[in-house]
């Protein structure tokens, strides 16, 4: 087992002896901007009462998340649910200072916990809005796949509760990273452009060659079919 230190500048591949790293592979920098995207798309649609736009927006968004499924498992090195998966020991760790040099390279264990959060609670509204129905214009594609009173239920959660988690999980995420570019002076949004991060010798880079981009285009169009399927089921 690796020894849990505190990072000094040149453990976290900052000061000499640091090496340029590929740590986000290109279609996971893709996922992360289109989502961003796509996130931004469903409030504005939704705010301005344009449903069919929304309604393709999602699909967007139930394209994009079931790649980042996929690729959690079978994406570059730092991409895999794998490498950001801690044990409450690691975060407890990592909260008191102790952090494993590792934190500092791909997510670390809050801004995992906060990638976790996000994808479970728009996976959760993707799926409430497909059984959703406000009974002016808007009715989900699997609507009648379900009892009324999940139908129920379902819209509730996203008309309400639901939206206002989900902007309030991509705020607290924003300020997050606002923190650590400013306060502790870290680059976080550069590597997720770029893809390349310094790390310390020895740190396994992401594999991002043109065979694993095809393998995630064609992942992602496989994705994209089964959501372009679901919204074919829209009555």
Not at 34 to 45: G, H, M
Not at 186 to 196: A, F, N, T, Y
Not at 217 to 233: E, G, K, N, P, T
């Amino acid at each position: 087992m690796s020894e849990i230190v505190q990072p000094s500048p040149r453990r976290a591949g900052i000061g000499a002896g640091a090496t340029r790293t590929r740590v986000w592979d290109l279609p996971t920098r893709l996922f992360h901007w289109a989502l961003v995207a796509a996130v931004i798309s469903q409030v504005a649609t939704a705010l301005a009462g344009r449903m069919e736009w929304h309604f393709r927006g999602g699909y967007a968004v139930l394209s994009l998340l079931l790649f980042r499924l996929i690729w959690g498992f079978i994406g570059g090195r730092w991409s895999r649910f794998a490498a950001f998966v801690y044990s409450p020991g690691t975060v407890m760790n990592y909260l008191r200072g102790r952090a494993h040099p590792d934190h500092l390279v791909g997510h670390s264990p809050l801004g995992a916990l906060s990638v976790f959060a996000l994808l479970a609670i728009l996976a959760l509204q993707v799926a409430s809005g497909l059984v959703s129905d406000d009974e002016i214009a808007a009715s989900g594609p699997l609507t009648r796949f379900v009892s009324n009173a999940t139908v129920k239920v379902a819209t509730h959660w996203h008309a309400g509760l639901g939206k206002w988690i989900v902007l309030a999980l991509a705020g607290l995420h924003v300020l997050a990273v606002l923190y650590y570019v400013l306060i502790k002076r870290h680059r976080l949004v550069r590597p997720m452009i770029s893809g390349d991060k310094l790390a310390s010798v020895g740190i396994a880079p992401s594999r991002d060659d043109a065979a694993s981009r095809l393998l995630a285009l064609a992942v992602f169009a496989l994705c994209a079919a089964f959501a372009a399927w679901i919204a074919s089921l829209r009555a």
